[in-house]
């Protein structure tokens, strides 16, 4: 029998009351949600936003994508095809060493591929995130008050492209309730395994495989109690985003952080964007 190899090795800074821990922390694997925010609201308006952009609405609210580990980066610079993808800042959550851990990231997306295929365009891009964690414990009780922002350069000018309070977001064990994961995983609870129903018929079933009705939201998935909420041991997860100021477009240079103004700190990375031809 083979040893197990994680699918991908972070170098990562853990901080937890006040003491660093460099690690290598492996990474069996990740997870983007979308389509988070607490205010129906605003869910809307950056769907609207992606609308405009030709994606079509989610099927279900919250929804959970599944990306390859191999793609999560704390690189300062990746390559992507083509001059058509963009981050967004996020607060990403990783279960290591048997504790929650909390920081930031960008889940930079193909917009062109975005119009046809999400799940798709998730994949294609590396998925840049900051090399600091805090331990989930020390900001729990002032979740709320941490802030999200991002910054872009264009034309030279560095300009604010997102800000605004995680309180815009699902609450961590909220969310990470509502999300199905696969059958057998060590920890979690029996009720997470069940993939959520949705009215929508898949494809495979002769329907669209999108909401009816171009003003739902999708069907909102169930959550099971935060006490009983729990992440696979080495995932790591993105949890939604918050609207793009100016609209969503292309960055070739992105700046994202997560601030804690009660315990005066922040999390910070930024990374620049080669693109490759696309020749055919």
């Known amino acids: 029998m083979g040893v197990s190899v994680a699918r991908q090795t972070l170098s990562l800074t853990l901080q937890n009351s006040g003491a660093a821990m460099a690690r290598e922390v492996g990474i069996d694997d990740a997870i983007v949600a979308g389509w988070t925010g607490r205010d129906a609201a605003a869910v809307e308006k950056h769907i609207t936003e992606l609308e405009a952009l030709g994606v079509r609405r989610p099927a279900t609210t919250p929804i959970f994508y599944r990306v390859a580990a191999a793609r999560l ?27 929650m851990w909390v920081g930031a990231g960008s889940d930079h997306t193909d917009r062109e591929v975005e119009t046809y295929g999400v ?7 590396d998925k840049p995130v900051a090399p600091v964690f805090w331990a989930f414990d020390d900001v ?22 997102q800000e605004g309070s995680v309180a815009a977001m699902l609450k961590p064990l909220d969310l990470i309730g509502r999300c199905p994961l696969p059958a057998g995983t060590p920890g979690v609870p029996p009720a997470l395994f069940q993939q959520n129903a949705s009215p929508v018929l898949s494809r495979e079933a002769g329907g669209t495989g999108h909401p009816k009705s171009q003003g739902d939201l999708g069907t909102p998935t169930p959550a099971v109690p935060e006490a009983r909420a729990q992440l696979p041991e080495n995932t790591l ?5 918050l609207a793009a100021r100016g609209g969503v477009r292309p960055t070739k240079r992105f700046e994202f952080e997560i601030e804690d103004p009660v315990l005066g700190r922040s999390i910070a990375h930024g990374y620049s964007v080669r693109i490759l031809p696309v020749l055919g």
Not at 73 to 99: D, K, M, Y
Not at 119 to 125: A, E, G, N, R
């Open 119 to 125: 799940t798709v365009s998730k994949q294609m891009c």
């Open 140 to 161: 729990a009780p002032h979740w709320d008050r941490l802030t999200l922002r991002a910054h872009v350069i264009e034309n030279g000018e560095r300009k604010i492209y």
């Open 237 to 241: 997860m993105f949890c939604g985003t």
């Open 73 to 99: 980066t704390t690189a300062t610079e990746i390559e992507v095809v083509g001059a058509h993808s963009g981050g967004e800042v996020e607060f990403v959550l990783l279960q290591h060493g048997g504790r």
